[in-house]
């Protein structure tokens, strides 16, 4: 799973929601900042350290039904980004992409 690491403060997250919950814009300059305490926000730490946002026993589960599905269908649970990350790190002008 990929992580958003907050340059500020340099705590990892798990989506794009939980990092953005943490955090209120300053003083209107670029960078400008506030990192408030996660657990203050209602997000918990995963045992990899990262914050995300809590999963009641009914998410779980789905989860938990939706991953056994896909493992006995053959399907990855964990899809391969190897080719992705390479794709878009290159220069995007130059190739045109992205405009």
Do not use: K, Y
């Amino acid at each position: 799973m990929a992580a958003c690491t907050c340059a500020a403060c340099l705590r990892e997250f798990t989506s794009v929601s939980a990092f953005d919950l943490h955090q209120t814009a300053g003083d209107g300059s670029f960078g400008s900042v506030t990192c408030h305490d996660p657990a203050a926000r209602g997000l918990v730490r995963n045992e990899r350290g990262r914050w995300h946002f809590p999963v009641d026993a009914a998410a779980r589960l789905s989860l938990e039904r939706m991953r056994a599905g896909r493992s006995q269908s053959g399907i990855s649970v964990t899809p391969e980004v190897s080719g992705a990350s390479g794709a878009v790190s290159g220069p995007q002008a130059a190739t045109g992409q992205g405009t």
